[in-house]
């Protein structure tokens, strides 16, 4: 099951392949901007533009990157618009697009003596875009410049749509790992990553590591400090991220650090210790994983939970003919630790049990009142450390982020 569908992009221009709503804002700017442009009346347009100013008046020379001629076409969506002056400054730039009738703006930076500015972000595929520049020259007169281009195209398996978890506005636990999932791979993961960031408050140390080309994972060197608030820039859109891929949007999510909530589970004394805030909150009697379905130790992460869940042991392999076979409609307060199907839930029919014995198929059970209690303080996110038996976490059975040193976890970045 997947816990953090992708927000609906936002962004784009080309037609999304998961979710049509929120797509490129018309910005306001953007019409001031055209109509200011479309006042520059008889000037022609070119890669390079056409110049207009005062006759007798040495002339301010304005130049672009985007090469020579009266319309330049295809250019790269991962280009960064750049604009210079020579023999005066600039004064003002604009860069609006047109993409099917959704328009828009790319904002920039005019450098501090007005010779130069540079665009503030990437292009858009198949668009129509209008650059449009007044300066002044040495000897004070005015100027004004209009260059038109078009980028090239690119279908939806030419872009990578980048989904991030934990969702925005949430409030989850501290071993929340932050997760960027790619849905066409990227090749190129350094290029990727130098397009992805995260800040806190408080400032945290952190590094990011690739699972595969098509996930990659950012955890803190310790769990986050409670709450913190956290934002995640993944400001992809355009970047060429290797092999004719290019982000389709950029994103940015912001989410909270709720309590500190730390599960501490001994399977030998059949005990689960619940740490909130670094202080015991309560003791609880628990029954894990029996010989041959032992509970994994390892330090686990909160990843879904459910007031009521069916659970058929056909999903772990288990088929119906099997003595181990179950299938039970309504396991109440279950939260799952594993992409493999552990849970910690409440499990009325082992009471007798819990606290002195592991019955288990793999899953932590408790009592209805204690499952109660721990899920209304749980989050996802929350941490759970479990130790006392010998089979260990699988690397990627669940987010097993925590399972390795900082310095380990590291070495899975691209940079």
Same mark, same amino acid.
């Given at each position: /099951?997947?816990?953090?569908?992708?927000?609906?992009?936002?962004?784009?221009?080309?037609?999304?392949?998961?979710?049509?709503?929120?797509?490129?804002?018309?910005?306001?700017?953007?019409?001031?901007?055209?109509?200011?442009?479309?006042?520059?009346?008889?000037?022609?347009?070119?890669?390079?533009?056409?110049?207009?100013?005062?006759? !007798?008046?040495?002339?301010?020379?304005?130049?672009?990157?985007?090469?020579?001629?009266?319309?330049?076409?295809?250019?790269?969506?991962?280009?960064? @618009?750049?604009? =210079?002056?020579?023999?005066?400054?600039?004064?003002? @730039?604009?860069?609006?697009?047109?993409?099917?009738?959704?328009?828009?703006?790319?904002? !920039?930076?005019?450098?501090?003596?007005?010779?130069?500015?540079?665009?503030?972000?990437?292009?858009?595929?198949?668009?129509?875009?209008?650059?449009?520049?007044?300066?002044?020259?040495?000897?004070?007169?005015?100027?004004?410049?209009?260059? $038109?281009?078009?980028?090239?195209?690119?279908?939806?398996?030419?872009?990578?749509?980048?989904? @991030?978890?934990?969702?925005?506005?949430?409030?989850?636990?501290?071993? /929340?790992?932050?997760?960027?999932?790619?849905?066409?791979?990227?090749?190129?993961?350094?290029?990727?990553?130098?397009?992805?960031?995260?800040?806190?408050?408080?400032?945290?140390?952190?590094?990011?590591?690739?699972?595969?080309?098509? *996930?990659?994972?950012?955890?803190?060197?310790?769990?986050?400090?409670?709450?913190?608030?956290?934002?995640?820039?993944?400001?992809?859109?355009?970047?060429?991220?290797?092999?004719?891929?290019?982000?389709?949007? =950029?994103?940015?999510?912001?989410?909270?650090?709720?309590?500190?909530?730390?599960?501490? +589970?001994?399977?030998?004394?059949?005990?689960?210790?619940?740490?909130?805030?670094?202080?015991?909150?309560?003791? +609880?009697? +628990?029954?894990?994983?029996?010989?041959?379905? *032992?509970?994994?130790?390892?330090?686990? @992460?909160?990843?879904?939970?459910?007031?009521?869940?069916?659970?058929?042991?056909?999903?772990?392999? $288990?088929?119906?003919?099997?003595?181990?076979?179950?299938?039970?409609?309504?396991?109440?307060?279950?939260?799952?630790?594993?992409?493999?199907?552990?849970?910690?839930?409440?499990?009325?029919?082992?009471?007798?049990?819990?606290?002195?014995?592991?019955?288990?198929?793999?899953?932590?059970?408790?009592?209805?009142?204690?499952?109660?209690?721990?899920?209304?303080?749980?989050?996802?996110?929350?941490?759970?450390?479990?130790?006392?038996?010998?089979?260990? /976490?699988?690397?990627?059975?669940?987010?097993?982020?925590?399972?390795?040193?900082?310095?380990?976890?590291?070495?899975?970045?691209?940079?």
């Amino acid at each position: /099951m997947s816990l953090c569908p992708p927000a609906s992009p936002r962004g784009r221009l080309s037609p999304a392949r998961r979710d049509p709503v929120g797509k490129v804002e018309l910005a306001l700017a953007s019409v001031l901007a055209a109509g200011a442009l479309a006042a520059c009346s008889g000037a022609a347009h070119g890669g390079g533009g056409h110049q207009v100013s005062s006759p !007798g008046a040495q002339p301010v020379s304005f130049s672009t990157n985007l090469g020579p001629g009266r319309h330049a076409e295809d250019v790269p969506v991962d280009t960064v @618009v750049k604009m =210079s002056a020579s023999g005066g400054q600039l004064d003002a @730039v604009h860069l609006t697009f047109d993409a099917g009738g959704t328009q828009g703006t790319v904002p !920039g930076t005019l450098s501090k003596d007005g010779t130069s500015w540079v665009a503030d972000g990437l292009l858009e595929p198949g668009a129509d875009y209008r650059l449009g520049a007044t300066g002044t020259s040495i000897d004070g007169a005015p100027a004004r410049q209009i260059s $038109i281009f078009s980028t090239q195209d690119l279908s939806l398996d030419q872009q990578t749509f980048p989904s @991030v978890a934990p969702l925005r506005d949430t409030t989850v636990g501290v071993g /929340m790992p932050v997760i960027v999932t790619f849905d066409v791979p990227v090749t190129d993961r350094a290029a990727a990553e130098r397009h992805l960031s995260v800040e806190s408050t408080p400032a945290v140390r952190g590094t990011w590591h690739w699972v595969d080309d098509t *996930e990659v994972h950012y955890r803190p060197r310790r769990f986050w400090p409670a709450g913190a608030d956290v934002t995640v820039h993944a400001d992809l859109n355009g970047v060429d991220v290797g092999n004719g891929i290019y982000g389709q949007e =950029s994103r940015e999510v912001s989410f909270h650090i709720g309590s500190s909530v730390i599960d501490r +589970i001994n399977l030998r004394t059949h005990r689960l210790r619940v740490v909130i805030n670094g202080r015991l909150a309560r003791t +609880i009697p +628990i029954t894990g994983g029996k010989p041959g379905f *032992e509970t994994r130790s390892g330090t686990k @992460v909160i990843m879904e939970k459910f007031l009521s869940k069916r659970m058929d042991a056909a999903t772990t392999g $288990i088929a119906p003919s099997n003595p181990e076979y179950y299938n039970i409609a309504n396991v109440q307060y279950a939260m799952r630790v594993t992409n493999s199907g552990e849970f910690l839930h409440a499990a009325p029919w082992s009471v007798a049990d819990q606290g002195s014995a592991n019955v288990s198929h793999g899953c932590v059970g408790m009592s209805t009142a204690n499952a109660h209690w721990l899920f209304d303080r749980s989050h996802i996110g929350d941490v759970v450390i479990v130790k006392g038996s010998n089979r260990s /976490m699988e690397a990627g059975n669940g987010w097993t982020d925590w399972n390795q040193s900082y310095a380990s976890y590291k070495q899975g970045s691209a940079l």
